[in-house]
T-cell receptor, first 113, second 111 residues
Framework: DSGVTQTPKHLITATGQRVTLRCSPR?????VYWYQQSLDQGLQFLIQ???????AKGNILERFSAQQFPDLHSELNLSSLELGDSALYFC????????????FGPGTRLLVL | GQNIDQPTEMTATEGAIVQINCTYQ??????LFWYQQHAGEAPTFLSY????GLEEKGRFSSFLSRSKGYSYLLLKELQMKDSASYLC????????????FGTGTRLQVFP
């Protein structure tokens, strides 16, 4: 158990819908990272927040957005969902901005029908 | 550009040794990580190299050569539970230090 929690574990929804994925980092960690992992694909970095502020952006679609709240938990919002958005979404956390190991949560498996 | 290459699949026998290679090209380098990921589960941290040489951690060792853009993960005394994907990831200093992951090497250990 890495100490990073994510909810929900599974999510099934329809195309065009909007969902919110939630992540709580390890105690004391200020950075939260979001990744997408499609079937047989590598982990794709989406976005990083550090202490409430966006720090780095990866290949995140405009239909996706995220935020980090004062209690350091983070939410990833996915809207106008398409079939291709079906994937595992992982959250990771680390103590600082960049130079530490990232520890991953158990992931949310999203299925868009 | 950014590119990380790993073999897609490898097989090995229980009790044997296996070496998983990773080559990378990034705009900047600030460390290389190896993660283990069982199917449908979270990646778990195995090792970190930022300087050239070998880092040993029990049955697992990781090697880095920065001049060659090359790393390997060595797994000794293989066990059935080592069947998993092994992800190589490079921290790209030229790209806000974000982690760039390879697609992973799926290792199957047979009895």
């Amino acid at each position: 158990d890495s100490g990073v929690t994510q909810t929900p574990k599974h999510l099934i929804t329809a195309t065009g819908q909007r969902v919110t994925l939630r992540c709580s980092p390890r105690s004391g960690d200020l950075s939260v990272y979001w990744y997408q992992q499609s079937l047989d694909q590598g982990l794709q970095f989406l976005i990083q927040y550090y202490n409430g502020e966006e720090r780095a952006k990866g290949n995140i679609l405009e239909r996706f957005s995220a935020q980090q709240f004062p209690d350091l938990h983070s939410e990833l919002n996915l809207s106008s969902l398409e079939l291709g958005d079906s994937a595992l979404y992982f959250c990771a956390s680390s103590p600082g901005q960049s130079d530490e190991t990232q520890y991953f949560g158990p992931g949310t498996r999203l299925l868009v029908l | 550009g950014q590119n990380i290459d790993q073999p897609t699949e490898m097989t090995a026998t229980e009790g044997a040794i296996v070496q998983i290679n990773c080559t990378y090209q990034t705009s900047g380098f600030n460390g290389l990580f190896w993660y283990q990921q069982h199917a449908g589960e979270a990646p778990t941290f195995l090792s970190y190299n930022v300087l050239d040489g070998l880092e040993e951690k029990g049955r697992f060792s990781s090697f880095l050569s920065r001049s060659k853009g090359y790393s390997y993960l060595l797994l000794k005394e293989l066990q059935m539970k080592d069947s998993a994907s092994y992800l190589c990831a490079v921290r790209d200093r030229g790209n806000t230090d974000k982690l760039i992951f390879g697609t992973g090497t799926r290792l199957q250990v047979f009895p």
